[in-house]
Structures are given as C-alpha cells and as structure tokens.
C-alpha cells in the first residue's frame, strides 16, 4: 500500500485546509485510517483516525470541534478537514493505514502498518 498525502500550505490562524491521503496498490477500504502529526522538535502525536466503515471516529482533544476525518472508500481516500486553524497546529501531517479489519479505533502510532511521506502545514499568526 502507497499512501500520498496532499493538501498542506501556509495559511493563516483562523484558516482552513483540507488535507488528502490517497492509497494505491491495495484498497484500504477494510483498514483502519489515521492521520497524525509531528511539530519541529516535539514527538509524533495523533490527531484523528476513523474505522474502515466510517461509523466510529477519534480525534485528540485539541482539535475536537475543528478538525474532522472522513473517508471515501470508492475513492479510496481518507480526508482531514481543519478549520479554526492556530499556530501550533503547524506541523507535518502524515496519514498512516492499520490494516486491522475490526470496527476498532487505533491511536497507537506502533500499531500502524503503512505511512504516507507526510505534507506540511504551516498556520502563520
């Protein structure tokens, strides 16, 4: 599995972006999708990630009520909507693929099969 992840630039704090995971080589349609982030100087975190049906949904506390996951199993693709946007949202944004076909949620970074090569967003003040 390829994942490319698309959609990063430079915005302003109050901004949006909507940021893109495409997969190629397999359909991930069954597989859990993450996307997570890793600021200058600080360790990779999770932001949100979302079960292979689209049902059940996580993101970490400060992006609750800005950011939201989404995924389009047709299109083979998994979104990160981010609005509100602030200065420490500014980081790279990497979408990941957990091949579990359960209906669990997977916020540890270890248990992540597949990486994209990461976009960068840089929130200006």
């Known amino acids: 599995v390829q994942l490319q992840a698309s959609g990063g630039g430079l915005v302003q704090a109050g901004g949006s972006l909507r940021l893109s995971c495409a997969a190629s080589g397999r359909t991930v349609s069954r597989y859990v999708m993450g996307w997570f982030r890793q600021a200058p100087g600080k360790e990779r975190e999770i932001v949100a990630c979302?079960?292979?049906?689209?049902?059940?949904?996580y993101r970490t506390d400060s992006v609750k009520g800005r950011f939201a996951i989404s995924r389009d199993n047709a299109k083979n693709t998994v979104y990160l909507q981010m609005n509100s946007l602030k200065p420490e949202d500014t980081a790279i944004y990497y979408c990941?693929?957990?091949?579990?076909?359960?209906?669990?949620?997977?916020?540890?970074?270890?248990?992540?099969?597949?990486w994209g090569q990461g976009t960068q967003v840089t929130v200006s003040s």
């Open positions: 979302i079960t292979w049906n689209g049902g059940r949904t």
């Open positions: 990941a693929a957990d091949q579990d076909q359960s209906l669990n949620l997977q916020i540890e970074m270890s248990e992540y099969d597949y």
